[in-house]
Protein backbone atom coordinates (compact mmCIF):
# COMPACT_ATOMS: atom_id res chain seq x y z
CA UNK A 1 0.00 0.00 0.00
CA UNK A 2 1.04 3.44 -0.78
CA UNK A 3 2.22 5.77 1.95
CA UNK A 4 1.19 8.47 0.19
CA UNK A 5 -2.57 7.51 1.07
CA UNK A 6 -3.01 8.92 4.47
CA UNK A 7 -5.26 7.25 6.81
CA UNK A 8 -6.34 7.59 10.60
CA UNK A 9 -3.61 5.03 12.85
CA UNK A 10 -5.80 2.83 14.86
CA UNK A 11 -2.77 1.15 16.57
CA UNK A 12 0.72 0.86 16.81
CA UNK A 13 0.75 -2.91 14.84
CA UNK A 14 -2.10 -1.94 12.58
CA UNK A 15 -1.15 -3.29 9.48
CA UNK A 16 -3.41 -3.26 5.67
CA UNK A 17 -4.65 -7.35 5.59
CA UNK A 18 -7.30 -8.46 4.02
CA UNK A 19 -8.28 -11.05 6.14
CA UNK A 20 -8.75 -8.53 9.56
CA UNK A 21 -12.19 -7.40 7.64
CA UNK A 22 -12.99 -10.67 6.06
CA UNK A 23 -16.27 -13.01 6.43
CA UNK A 24 -16.15 -14.91 9.64
CA UNK A 25 -16.29 -18.59 7.42
CA UNK A 26 -13.18 -17.27 6.09
CA UNK A 27 -11.47 -16.35 9.11
CA UNK A 28 -12.58 -19.77 10.59
CA UNK A 29 -11.08 -21.54 7.67
CA UNK A 30 -7.74 -19.31 8.07
CA UNK A 31 -7.92 -18.57 4.83
CA UNK A 32 -7.68 -15.10 2.67
CA UNK A 33 -11.00 -13.20 2.24
CA UNK A 34 -11.71 -11.45 -0.82
CA UNK A 35 -14.23 -9.52 0.82
CA UNK A 36 -16.57 -8.76 -1.43
CA UNK A 37 -19.92 -7.95 -0.72
CA UNK A 38 -22.01 -9.34 0.14
CA UNK A 39 -20.93 -12.64 -0.33
CA UNK A 40 -16.82 -13.23 -0.91
CA UNK A 41 -15.60 -16.02 -3.70
CA UNK A 42 -15.11 -18.63 -1.01
CA UNK A 43 -18.90 -18.84 0.64
CA UNK A 44 -20.00 -18.78 -2.80
CA UNK A 45 -18.43 -21.84 -4.21
CA UNK A 46 -18.83 -23.46 -1.13
CA UNK A 47 -22.94 -22.24 -1.22
CA UNK A 48 -22.45 -20.71 2.79
CA UNK A 49 -24.11 -18.08 4.34
CA UNK A 50 -21.15 -15.03 3.70
CA UNK A 51 -21.52 -13.29 7.05
CA UNK A 52 -19.19 -10.62 8.40
CA UNK A 53 -17.96 -9.70 11.73
CA UNK A 54 -20.20 -7.07 14.02
CA UNK A 55 -19.11 -3.78 13.56
CA UNK A 56 -16.85 -2.62 16.28
CA UNK A 57 -16.23 0.68 18.18
CA UNK A 58 -13.27 2.79 17.68
CA UNK A 59 -12.25 6.19 19.32
CA UNK A 60 -12.43 8.78 16.29
CA UNK A 61 -10.71 12.39 18.17
CA UNK A 62 -11.88 15.50 16.84
CA UNK A 63 -14.99 14.39 14.85
CA UNK A 64 -17.53 17.06 13.90
CA UNK A 65 -21.14 17.13 13.80
CA UNK A 66 -22.42 18.06 10.03
CA UNK A 67 -25.59 19.95 9.68
CA UNK A 68 -26.40 19.77 13.68
CA UNK A 69 -26.73 15.82 13.01
CA UNK A 70 -24.48 13.48 14.63
CA UNK A 71 -22.37 11.27 12.32
CA UNK A 72 -23.69 7.59 12.05
CA UNK A 73 -23.56 5.35 15.66
CA UNK A 74 -22.49 8.54 17.54
CA UNK A 75 -25.86 8.83 19.52
CA UNK A 76 -25.43 5.20 20.72
CA UNK A 77 -27.35 5.93 24.21
CA UNK A 78 -23.89 6.08 26.66
CA UNK A 79 -23.52 10.25 26.38
CA UNK A 80 -20.90 12.49 25.88
CA UNK A 81 -17.57 11.56 27.33
CA UNK A 82 -14.20 13.50 26.32
CA UNK A 83 -13.78 15.67 23.23
CA UNK A 84 -13.73 12.76 20.48
CA UNK A 85 -16.82 10.65 19.72
CA UNK A 86 -16.94 6.91 19.76
CA UNK A 87 -19.47 5.68 16.49
CA UNK A 88 -19.47 2.33 14.82
CA UNK A 89 -17.00 1.48 12.28
CA UNK A 90 -18.77 -0.65 9.66
CA UNK A 91 -16.79 -3.47 7.97
CA UNK A 92 -19.25 -3.34 4.70
CA UNK A 93 -20.62 -1.31 2.20
CA UNK A 94 -24.18 -1.47 3.16
CA UNK A 95 -24.04 1.53 5.96
CA UNK A 96 -21.64 3.87 4.61
CA UNK A 97 -22.49 6.09 1.54
CA UNK A 98 -20.89 4.69 -1.35
CA UNK A 99 -21.59 5.62 -5.03
CA UNK A 100 -20.95 2.55 -6.35
CA UNK A 101 -23.62 0.84 -4.89
CA UNK A 102 -26.30 3.55 -5.33
CA UNK A 103 -26.77 4.61 -2.02
CA UNK A 104 -27.03 8.52 -2.08
CA UNK A 105 -26.98 8.95 1.45
CA UNK A 106 -25.23 7.68 4.94
CA UNK A 107 -27.76 5.72 7.39
CA UNK A 108 -28.35 7.91 10.50
CA UNK A 109 -30.22 4.99 12.26
CA UNK A 110 -28.94 1.70 13.66
CA UNK A 111 -31.86 -1.19 14.37
CA UNK A 112 -31.68 -3.10 17.26
CA UNK A 113 -29.41 -0.21 19.20
CA UNK A 114 -33.39 1.11 20.59
CA UNK A 115 -32.29 4.24 21.57
CA UNK A 116 -33.98 7.19 21.18
CA UNK A 117 -33.35 9.24 17.53
CA UNK A 118 -31.58 12.40 18.48
CA UNK A 119 -33.32 15.22 18.77
CA UNK A 120 -31.52 16.77 15.75
CA UNK A 121 -32.04 14.06 13.26
CA UNK A 122 -35.10 14.99 11.19
CA UNK A 123 -37.68 12.93 9.11
CA UNK A 124 -36.30 14.89 6.23
CA UNK A 125 -32.71 13.44 7.00
CA UNK A 126 -34.19 10.41 7.35
CA UNK A 127 -35.79 10.17 3.87
CA UNK A 128 -32.50 11.21 2.49
CA UNK A 129 -31.88 14.36 0.47
CA UNK A 130 -32.54 13.17 -3.18
CA UNK A 131 -35.76 11.83 -2.25
CA UNK A 132 -36.49 15.30 -0.51
CA UNK A 133 -35.29 16.83 -3.80
CA UNK A 134 -37.47 15.48 -5.67
CA UNK A 135 -40.76 15.94 -3.47
CA UNK A 136 -40.00 19.45 -3.24
CA UNK A 137 -40.10 20.32 -7.17
CA UNK A 138 -44.23 19.82 -6.38
CA UNK A 139 -44.98 18.40 -3.23
CA UNK A 140 -48.21 15.68 -3.12
CA UNK A 141 -48.68 16.67 0.23
CA UNK A 142 -49.92 19.50 -0.63
CA UNK A 143 -53.85 20.08 -0.63
CA UNK A 144 -54.15 19.77 -4.32
CA UNK A 145 -57.16 18.82 -6.06
CA UNK A 146 -55.34 16.77 -8.31
CA UNK A 147 -51.35 14.77 -8.34
CA UNK A 148 -51.17 16.05 -11.94
CA UNK A 149 -48.11 17.85 -10.19
CA UNK A 150 -45.78 15.29 -9.49
CA UNK A 151 -43.74 14.96 -12.62
CA UNK A 152 -43.05 19.06 -12.60
CA UNK A 153 -39.27 19.04 -13.92
CA UNK A 154 -36.68 21.13 -14.43
CA UNK A 155 -37.14 23.59 -17.02
CA UNK A 156 -33.65 22.97 -19.54
CA UNK A 157 -34.45 19.29 -19.05
CA UNK A 158 -38.21 19.70 -20.38
CA UNK A 159 -36.84 21.89 -23.11
CA UNK A 160 -34.62 19.28 -24.14
CA UNK A 161 -37.39 16.45 -24.16
CA UNK A 162 -39.73 18.52 -25.93
CA UNK A 163 -37.04 19.83 -28.55
CA UNK A 164 -39.37 18.08 -31.55
CA UNK A 165 -42.41 18.95 -30.10
CA UNK A 166 -43.51 22.16 -27.88
CA UNK A 167 -46.59 20.91 -27.38
CA UNK A 168 -46.06 18.05 -25.22
CA UNK A 169 -44.74 21.34 -22.80
CA UNK A 170 -48.78 21.30 -21.36
CA UNK A 171 -48.26 17.96 -20.23
CA UNK A 172 -45.64 19.51 -17.45
CA UNK A 173 -46.98 22.87 -17.26
CA UNK A 174 -46.53 24.95 -13.68
CA UNK A 175 -49.03 24.97 -11.23
CA UNK A 176 -48.45 29.00 -9.44
CA UNK A 177 -51.39 29.01 -7.37
CA UNK A 178 -50.16 25.56 -5.28
CA UNK A 179 -46.47 26.78 -4.30
CA UNK A 180 -44.41 24.48 -2.53
CA UNK A 181 -42.82 26.20 1.21
CA UNK A 182 -39.12 25.64 0.83
CA UNK A 183 -39.20 23.83 4.00
CA UNK A 184 -41.13 20.78 3.37
CA UNK A 185 -43.49 19.57 6.11
CA UNK A 186 -42.36 15.86 6.75
CA UNK A 187 -45.05 14.26 9.57
CA UNK A 188 -45.97 10.79 9.66
CA UNK A 189 -49.30 9.18 9.77
CA UNK A 190 -48.75 6.96 12.74
CA UNK A 191 -45.77 7.02 15.55
CA UNK A 192 -43.03 4.68 14.94
CA UNK A 193 -39.87 3.06 16.72
CA UNK A 194 -36.71 3.74 16.41
CA UNK A 195 -36.19 0.98 14.35
CA UNK A 196 -39.29 0.95 12.72
CA UNK A 197 -37.51 4.49 11.63
CA UNK A 198 -34.25 3.20 10.92
CA UNK A 199 -35.72 0.16 8.47
CA UNK A 200 -37.79 2.99 7.05
CA UNK A 201 -34.50 5.17 6.63
CA UNK A 202 -33.07 2.14 4.89
CA UNK A 203 -35.62 1.93 2.31
CA UNK A 204 -35.56 5.23 1.42
CA UNK A 205 -31.76 5.63 1.40
CA UNK A 206 -31.03 1.53 0.26
CA UNK A 207 -33.88 0.28 -1.32
CA UNK A 208 -35.77 3.36 -3.45
CA UNK A 209 -32.84 4.26 -5.44
CA UNK A 210 -32.25 0.80 -6.49
CA UNK A 211 -35.64 0.90 -7.68
CA UNK A 212 -34.28 2.72 -10.85
CA UNK A 213 -32.05 2.22 -13.64
CA UNK A 214 -32.33 6.03 -14.31
CA UNK A 215 -30.78 9.03 -12.55
CA UNK A 216 -32.28 9.22 -9.05
CA UNK A 217 -34.00 12.76 -9.98
CA UNK A 218 -36.13 11.04 -12.71
CA UNK A 219 -37.08 8.29 -9.95
CA UNK A 220 -40.56 8.81 -9.76
CA UNK A 221 -41.37 6.21 -7.32
CA UNK A 222 -39.79 8.36 -4.85
CA UNK A 223 -42.97 11.02 -5.96
CA UNK A 224 -45.36 8.10 -5.35
CA UNK A 225 -44.34 5.71 -2.44
CA UNK A 226 -42.77 7.99 -0.28
CA UNK A 227 -45.30 10.93 0.13
CA UNK A 228 -48.25 8.79 -0.24
CA UNK A 229 -46.59 6.97 3.33
CA UNK A 230 -46.60 10.27 5.33
CA UNK A 231 -50.60 9.70 4.47
CA UNK A 232 -51.50 6.29 4.25
CA UNK A 233 -50.32 3.85 7.52
CA UNK A 234 -50.44 0.91 4.65
CA UNK A 235 -47.86 2.29 2.18
CA UNK A 236 -45.71 3.22 5.56
CA UNK A 237 -45.61 -0.01 7.05
CA UNK A 238 -45.18 -1.94 3.89
CA UNK A 239 -42.10 0.35 3.32
CA UNK A 240 -41.01 -0.45 6.69
CA UNK A 241 -41.80 -4.28 6.22
CA UNK A 242 -39.24 -4.15 2.69
CA UNK A 243 -36.42 -1.93 4.80
CA UNK A 244 -37.15 -4.61 7.89
CA UNK A 245 -36.76 -7.63 5.82
CA UNK A 246 -33.73 -6.47 3.52
CA UNK A 247 -32.10 -5.29 6.42
CA UNK A 248 -32.23 -8.02 8.63
CA UNK A 249 -31.66 -10.56 5.88
CA UNK A 250 -29.32 -9.28 3.06
CA UNK A 251 -26.21 -11.74 4.24
CA UNK A 252 -28.53 -14.28 4.10
CA UNK A 253 -31.05 -16.87 1.98
CA UNK A 254 -35.10 -15.41 0.90
CA UNK A 255 -35.87 -18.50 3.22
CA UNK A 256 -34.13 -17.27 6.76
CA UNK A 257 -37.58 -16.39 8.16
CA UNK A 258 -38.38 -13.08 9.08
CA UNK A 259 -40.94 -12.83 11.92
CA UNK A 260 -40.66 -9.26 11.91
CA UNK A 261 -40.72 -7.90 8.73
CA UNK A 262 -44.02 -10.45 8.36
CA UNK A 263 -46.25 -8.70 11.04
CA UNK A 264 -45.46 -5.78 8.88
CA UNK A 265 -47.08 -7.31 5.89
CA UNK A 266 -50.07 -8.95 8.22
CA UNK A 267 -50.83 -5.64 9.44
CA UNK A 268 -50.50 -3.75 5.62
CA UNK A 269 -52.84 -6.75 4.23
CA UNK A 270 -55.35 -6.42 7.22
CA UNK A 271 -55.78 -2.77 6.41
CA UNK A 272 -55.70 -3.55 2.55
CA UNK A 273 -59.00 -5.84 3.75
CA UNK A 274 -60.72 -2.94 5.63
CA UNK A 275 -60.37 -0.87 2.50
CA UNK A 276 -61.67 -3.56 -0.30
CA UNK A 277 -65.01 -3.37 1.76
CA UNK A 278 -65.54 0.68 0.61
CA UNK A 279 -63.21 0.73 -2.48
CA UNK A 280 -63.03 4.52 -3.88
CA UNK A 281 -60.60 6.23 -5.74
CA UNK A 282 -57.64 7.01 -2.82
CA UNK A 283 -58.25 3.39 -1.20
CA UNK A 284 -58.08 1.89 -4.70
CA UNK A 285 -54.38 4.03 -5.21
CA UNK A 286 -53.04 3.51 -1.12
CA UNK A 287 -54.14 -0.94 -2.11
CA UNK A 288 -52.85 -0.78 -5.45
CA UNK A 289 -49.45 1.34 -4.04
CA UNK A 290 -49.55 -1.95 -1.60
CA UNK A 291 -49.99 -4.52 -3.26
CA UNK A 292 -47.26 -3.41 -6.22
CA UNK A 293 -44.40 -2.92 -3.57
CA UNK A 294 -45.14 -6.22 -2.37
CA UNK A 295 -44.86 -7.77 -5.89
CA UNK A 296 -41.49 -5.85 -6.43
CA UNK A 297 -40.29 -6.69 -3.12
CA UNK A 298 -41.10 -10.66 -3.42
CA UNK A 299 -39.76 -10.83 -6.97
CA UNK A 300 -36.43 -8.86 -6.36
CA UNK A 301 -35.90 -11.66 -3.22
CA UNK A 302 -36.27 -14.54 -6.08
CA UNK A 303 -40.07 -15.60 -4.50
CA UNK A 304 -41.97 -17.99 -6.76
CA UNK A 305 -45.16 -17.94 -5.21
CA UNK A 306 -45.84 -14.97 -2.84
CA UNK A 307 -45.63 -12.54 -5.72
CA UNK A 308 -48.19 -14.13 -7.75
CA UNK A 309 -50.80 -14.12 -5.41
CA UNK A 310 -50.49 -9.86 -4.69
CA UNK A 311 -50.42 -9.67 -8.04
CA UNK A 312 -53.45 -11.66 -8.90
CA UNK A 313 -55.08 -9.71 -5.49
CA UNK A 314 -54.26 -6.61 -7.38
CA UNK A 315 -56.05 -8.01 -10.87
CA UNK A 316 -59.20 -8.53 -9.25
CA UNK A 317 -59.21 -5.02 -7.27
CA UNK A 318 -58.70 -3.16 -10.40
CA UNK A 319 -61.55 -5.40 -12.57
CA UNK A 320 -63.79 -3.77 -9.17
CA UNK A 321 -63.04 -0.65 -10.69
CA UNK A 322 -65.36 1.44 -13.81
CA UNK A 323 -63.37 0.58 -16.92
CA UNK A 324 -60.93 -2.08 -15.18
CA UNK A 325 -57.10 -1.34 -16.02
CA UNK A 326 -58.35 2.17 -18.63
CA UNK A 327 -58.98 3.54 -14.74
CA UNK A 328 -55.85 3.93 -14.59
CA UNK A 329 -55.57 6.13 -17.12
CA UNK A 330 -58.47 8.19 -16.95
CA UNK A 331 -59.15 8.28 -13.63
CA UNK A 332 -55.75 8.01 -11.25
CA UNK A 333 -53.51 10.84 -13.60
CA UNK A 334 -49.74 10.44 -13.70
CA UNK A 335 -49.52 8.14 -10.36
CA UNK A 336 -52.31 6.14 -12.02
CA UNK A 337 -49.90 6.10 -15.33
CA UNK A 338 -46.58 4.61 -13.73
CA UNK A 339 -48.43 2.33 -11.65
CA UNK A 340 -50.41 0.44 -14.73
CA UNK A 341 -46.69 0.46 -16.11
CA UNK A 342 -45.75 -0.99 -13.17
CA UNK A 343 -48.62 -3.32 -13.74
CA UNK A 344 -47.79 -4.20 -17.70
CA UNK A 345 -44.08 -4.86 -16.96
CA UNK A 346 -44.37 -7.17 -14.44
CA UNK A 347 -47.51 -9.03 -16.17
CA UNK A 348 -45.10 -9.63 -19.36
CA UNK A 349 -42.33 -11.08 -17.81
CA UNK A 350 -44.38 -13.42 -15.58
CA UNK A 351 -43.53 -16.84 -16.16
CA UNK A 352 -47.34 -18.17 -16.40
CA UNK A 353 -47.60 -15.67 -18.54
CA UNK A 354 -46.26 -17.72 -21.36
CA UNK A 355 -49.28 -20.31 -20.80
CA UNK A 356 -52.42 -18.56 -20.21
CA UNK A 357 -51.23 -15.33 -21.38
CA UNK A 358 -51.14 -11.49 -19.88
CA UNK A 359 -53.85 -10.58 -17.31
CA UNK A 360 -55.07 -7.83 -19.59
CA UNK A 361 -55.07 -7.81 -23.91
CA UNK A 362 -51.77 -6.26 -25.18
CA UNK A 363 -53.77 -3.67 -27.08
CA UNK A 364 -54.59 -2.38 -23.24
CA UNK A 365 -50.76 -2.35 -22.82
CA UNK A 366 -50.09 -0.69 -26.30
CA UNK A 367 -52.27 1.80 -25.61
CA UNK A 368 -50.82 2.59 -22.11
CA UNK A 369 -47.35 2.66 -23.80
CA UNK A 370 -48.74 5.36 -26.61
CA UNK A 371 -50.83 7.28 -23.35
CA UNK A 372 -47.52 7.41 -21.69
CA UNK A 373 -44.77 7.60 -24.45
CA UNK A 374 -43.11 11.10 -22.41
CA UNK A 375 -43.32 9.77 -19.18
CA UNK A 376 -40.22 7.56 -18.08
CA UNK A 377 -40.53 4.56 -16.49
CA UNK A 378 -37.59 4.29 -14.08
CA UNK A 379 -37.93 0.67 -13.54
CA UNK A 380 -37.42 -0.50 -17.21
CA UNK A 381 -35.98 2.84 -18.93
CA UNK A 382 -35.25 2.86 -22.42
CA UNK A 383 -36.29 -0.88 -23.18
CA UNK A 384 -39.65 -0.74 -23.03
CA UNK A 385 -40.53 -0.52 -26.39
CA UNK A 386 -38.73 -4.02 -26.15
CA UNK A 387 -41.52 -5.20 -22.91
CA UNK A 388 -43.99 -4.30 -25.30
CA UNK A 389 -42.96 -6.25 -28.31
CA UNK A 390 -42.05 -9.41 -25.72
CA UNK A 391 -45.27 -8.89 -24.64
CA UNK A 392 -47.10 -9.10 -28.52
CA UNK A 393 -44.71 -12.38 -28.60
CA UNK A 394 -46.47 -13.87 -25.64
CA UNK A 395 -49.61 -13.31 -26.76
CA UNK A 396 -48.58 -14.90 -30.22
CA UNK A 397 -47.36 -17.70 -28.72
CA UNK A 398 -51.00 -17.76 -26.19
CA UNK A 399 -52.58 -17.92 -29.48
CA UNK A 400 -50.64 -20.58 -31.24
CA UNK A 401 -50.96 -22.88 -28.72
CA UNK A 402 -54.96 -22.56 -28.08
CA UNK A 403 -55.66 -23.29 -32.12
CA UNK A 404 -53.42 -26.31 -31.78
CA UNK A 405 -55.72 -27.95 -28.85
CA UNK A 406 -58.62 -26.71 -29.39
CA UNK A 407 -59.52 -27.00 -33.29
CA UNK A 408 -59.89 -30.42 -34.78
CA UNK A 409 -58.19 -29.29 -38.07
CA UNK A 410 -57.61 -31.26 -41.22
CA UNK A 411 -53.67 -31.50 -42.12
CA UNK A 412 -54.33 -28.68 -44.82
CA UNK A 413 -55.97 -26.89 -42.62
CA UNK A 414 -53.20 -27.00 -39.30
CA UNK A 415 -50.23 -26.45 -41.70
CA UNK A 416 -52.50 -23.39 -43.29
CA UNK A 417 -52.51 -21.94 -39.77
CA UNK A 418 -49.10 -22.82 -38.89
CA UNK A 419 -47.92 -20.82 -41.89
CA UNK A 420 -50.19 -17.88 -40.98
CA UNK A 421 -47.90 -17.82 -37.56
CA UNK A 422 -44.84 -18.18 -38.90
CA UNK A 423 -45.44 -14.97 -41.43
CA UNK A 424 -47.02 -12.87 -38.20
CA UNK A 425 -43.75 -14.20 -36.19
CA UNK A 426 -41.36 -12.89 -38.68
CA UNK A 427 -43.79 -9.71 -38.97
CA UNK A 428 -42.79 -9.45 -35.23
CA UNK A 429 -39.56 -10.10 -36.08
CA UNK A 430 -38.93 -6.86 -37.96
CA UNK A 431 -40.53 -4.47 -35.21
CA UNK A 432 -37.81 -6.28 -33.13
CA UNK A 433 -34.75 -5.86 -34.96
CA UNK A 434 -35.97 -2.36 -36.19
CA UNK A 435 -37.19 -1.23 -32.55
CA UNK A 436 -35.71 1.80 -31.53
CA UNK A 437 -34.75 2.83 -27.74
CA UNK A 438 -37.23 5.38 -25.62
CA UNK A 439 -35.38 8.45 -26.85
CA UNK A 440 -36.53 10.73 -23.83
CA UNK A 441 -35.29 8.06 -21.25
CA UNK A 442 -31.71 8.44 -22.59
CA UNK A 443 -31.92 12.03 -23.11
CA UNK A 444 -31.85 12.07 -19.30
CA UNK A 445 -28.46 9.92 -18.72
CA UNK A 446 -25.55 11.84 -16.97
CA UNK A 447 -22.72 10.78 -19.13
CA UNK A 448 -21.38 9.26 -21.95
CA UNK A 449 -20.56 5.96 -20.42
CA UNK A 450 -24.21 5.65 -18.88
CA UNK A 451 -25.46 6.65 -22.12
CA UNK A 452 -23.23 3.29 -23.68
CA UNK A 453 -24.22 1.12 -20.81
CA UNK A 454 -28.60 1.87 -21.29
CA UNK A 455 -27.69 1.41 -25.08
CA UNK A 456 -26.25 -1.84 -24.56
CA UNK A 457 -29.17 -2.85 -22.11
CA UNK A 458 -31.47 -2.07 -24.82
CA UNK A 459 -29.17 -4.06 -27.60
CA UNK A 460 -29.30 -7.26 -24.67
CA UNK A 461 -33.36 -7.15 -24.35
CA UNK A 462 -33.22 -6.77 -28.37
CA UNK A 463 -31.42 -9.86 -28.87
CA UNK A 464 -33.25 -11.50 -26.10
CA UNK A 465 -36.43 -11.06 -27.69
CA UNK A 466 -35.77 -12.60 -31.13
CA UNK A 467 -34.36 -15.55 -29.35
CA UNK A 468 -37.05 -15.51 -27.43
CA UNK A 469 -39.51 -15.70 -30.59
CA UNK A 470 -37.09 -18.41 -32.33
CA UNK A 471 -37.75 -20.62 -29.44
CA UNK A 472 -41.54 -20.17 -28.37
CA UNK A 473 -43.08 -19.57 -31.60
CA UNK A 474 -40.57 -21.34 -34.14
CA UNK A 475 -39.28 -24.20 -31.58
CA UNK A 476 -35.38 -23.72 -32.47
CA UNK A 477 -33.15 -25.49 -30.50
CA UNK A 478 -29.72 -24.00 -29.27
CA UNK A 479 -27.24 -25.53 -31.90
CA UNK A 480 -29.06 -23.89 -34.72
CA UNK A 481 -26.66 -21.41 -36.36
CA UNK A 482 -29.03 -18.76 -36.34
CA UNK A 483 -29.86 -19.10 -32.13
CA UNK A 484 -25.79 -19.47 -31.62
CA UNK A 485 -25.36 -16.29 -33.68
CA UNK A 486 -27.78 -14.91 -31.38
CA UNK A 487 -26.57 -16.74 -28.58
CA UNK A 488 -23.00 -14.62 -29.20
CA UNK A 489 -24.08 -11.70 -29.44
CA UNK A 490 -25.86 -11.72 -26.58
CA UNK A 491 -23.45 -13.06 -24.13
CA UNK A 492 -20.37 -10.26 -25.22
CA UNK A 493 -23.20 -7.77 -24.32
CA UNK A 494 -23.43 -9.37 -21.19
CA UNK A 495 -19.71 -9.48 -19.89
CA UNK A 496 -20.26 -5.65 -20.58
CA UNK A 497 -23.51 -5.31 -18.27
CA UNK A 498 -22.50 -7.54 -15.80
CA UNK A 499 -20.21 -4.97 -14.18
CA UNK A 500 -22.85 -1.88 -14.21
CA UNK A 501 -23.96 -1.76 -10.84
CA UNK A 502 -27.07 0.27 -11.23
CA UNK A 503 -28.26 -2.12 -14.47
CA UNK A 504 -27.45 -5.81 -12.40
CA UNK A 505 -30.61 -6.30 -11.05
CA UNK A 506 -32.14 -5.53 -14.89
CA UNK A 507 -30.92 -8.64 -16.49
CA UNK A 508 -33.06 -11.67 -15.60
CA UNK A 509 -35.18 -12.04 -18.72
CA UNK A 510 -31.68 -11.66 -20.85
CA UNK A 511 -29.72 -14.37 -18.72
CA UNK A 512 -32.38 -16.85 -18.95
CA UNK A 513 -32.28 -16.66 -22.31
CA UNK A 514 -28.86 -16.62 -22.47
CA UNK A 515 -28.38 -20.04 -20.62
CA UNK A 516 -31.25 -21.35 -22.88
CA UNK A 517 -29.44 -20.77 -26.03
CA UNK A 518 -26.08 -21.79 -24.99
CA UNK A 519 -25.04 -25.68 -26.33
CA UNK A 520 -21.52 -25.48 -26.32
CA UNK A 521 -19.72 -26.18 -22.93
CA UNK A 522 -17.34 -23.24 -23.53
CA UNK A 523 -20.50 -21.10 -23.92
CA UNK A 524 -22.33 -22.79 -20.56
CA UNK A 525 -18.74 -22.44 -18.84
CA UNK A 526 -19.06 -18.65 -19.39
CA UNK A 527 -22.86 -18.30 -18.65
CA UNK A 528 -22.11 -20.29 -15.22
CA UNK A 529 -19.47 -17.26 -14.64
CA UNK A 530 -22.22 -14.50 -15.40
CA UNK A 531 -24.93 -16.30 -13.04
CA UNK A 532 -21.94 -16.85 -10.56
CA UNK A 533 -20.44 -12.71 -10.86
CA UNK A 534 -24.21 -11.52 -10.56
CA UNK A 535 -25.25 -13.97 -7.46
CA UNK A 536 -21.96 -12.57 -5.62
CA UNK A 537 -22.94 -9.23 -6.88
CA UNK A 538 -26.57 -8.72 -5.99
CA UNK A 539 -26.55 -11.68 -2.96
CA UNK A 540 -28.19 -14.62 -1.80
CA UNK A 541 -31.44 -12.52 -1.62
CA UNK A 542 -32.00 -12.08 -5.64
CA UNK A 543 -33.56 -14.47 -8.07
CA UNK A 544 -30.65 -14.73 -9.71
CA UNK A 545 -30.45 -18.12 -8.01
CA UNK A 546 -33.80 -18.95 -9.23
CA UNK A 547 -32.83 -18.52 -12.52
CA UNK A 548 -29.80 -20.50 -12.47
CA UNK A 549 -31.60 -23.19 -11.23
CA UNK A 550 -33.69 -23.44 -14.28
CA UNK A 551 -30.80 -22.81 -16.93
CA UNK A 552 -29.19 -25.86 -15.13
CA UNK A 553 -32.01 -28.25 -15.22
CA UNK A 554 -32.76 -27.31 -19.07
CA UNK A 555 -28.80 -27.88 -19.78
CA UNK A 556 -29.90 -31.57 -18.06
CA UNK A 557 -32.69 -32.23 -20.09
CA UNK A 558 -30.85 -30.37 -23.26
CA UNK A 559 -27.19 -32.30 -22.80
CA UNK A 560 -26.51 -31.60 -26.47
CA UNK A 561 -28.09 -28.53 -27.20
CA UNK A 562 -30.40 -30.61 -30.08
CA UNK A 563 -33.89 -29.70 -28.21
CA UNK A 564 -36.01 -26.76 -27.68
CA UNK A 565 -37.14 -26.83 -23.70
CA UNK A 566 -39.50 -24.52 -22.75
CA UNK A 567 -38.39 -23.26 -19.85
CA UNK A 568 -41.56 -21.84 -18.45
CA UNK A 569 -42.52 -25.77 -18.45
CA UNK A 570 -39.55 -26.41 -16.19
CA UNK A 571 -40.79 -23.53 -13.64
CA UNK A 572 -44.44 -25.38 -13.28
CA UNK A 573 -42.51 -29.04 -13.03
CA UNK A 574 -40.60 -27.58 -9.95
CA UNK A 575 -44.15 -25.53 -8.92
CA UNK A 576 -42.42 -21.98 -9.52
CA UNK A 577 -44.03 -19.15 -10.92
CA UNK A 578 -41.23 -17.07 -12.01
CA UNK A 579 -41.08 -12.87 -12.35
CA UNK A 580 -38.30 -11.61 -14.77
CA UNK A 581 -39.04 -8.52 -14.05
CA UNK A 582 -36.10 -8.06 -11.32
Avoid at 53 to 78: I, N, Q, T
Avoid at 102 to 124: D, Q, T
Avoid at 285 to 294: A, G, H, P, Q, S
Wanted: proline fraction near 4%; charge should be negative; hydrophobic fraction near 35%.
Amino acid sequence: MSDGISKPVRSKHAKATRSRHGCINCRRRKKKCDEIKPICTGCLKRHMVCVYKEPKKVWRRGKKVKGGVEDEGADDGRGDEGEGEEVEEEDGEEWKADSSDGVLSPLLLHPGHHNKVHSEISLKQIVGQTVLDIMEKNSPLDTAPSPENLLTLDSELMDALCENDPSLLSLFAPHPENPVPRSLEVRLPVDLSYDELAYFEYYCKKILPDLSILPQEFNYYSKIYVPLAFKEKAVLYTLVGWGCRMCKNRNLSYQVENGEADQYVNMVNTIIDANNHLLDRDKFITNFVCYMLFVCMEISYGDTLRWSHYFTCCFKMINRMPGDFKYLLTQCSVEGTLLAENFAYFDVLASQSNENGTFYPISDYRELFSFSRNIHDPLQGCVRPIILLIGEIVSLLVEYNALNVSLDLTECDMYETTAKMMERSEELDRKIKFARPDLTCLQSLESQEQLEYHLTLFEVYQLSAQIYLRQVIRKLPPIVPEVEVLGYNLREDMKILVGCKRLQKSLSFPMLLLGTSSARKEDRDCVKGLFEALIQSCGYLSGYQKLWIVVEKIWELNSGGTLYVDWFKVTREFGWRLNLGR
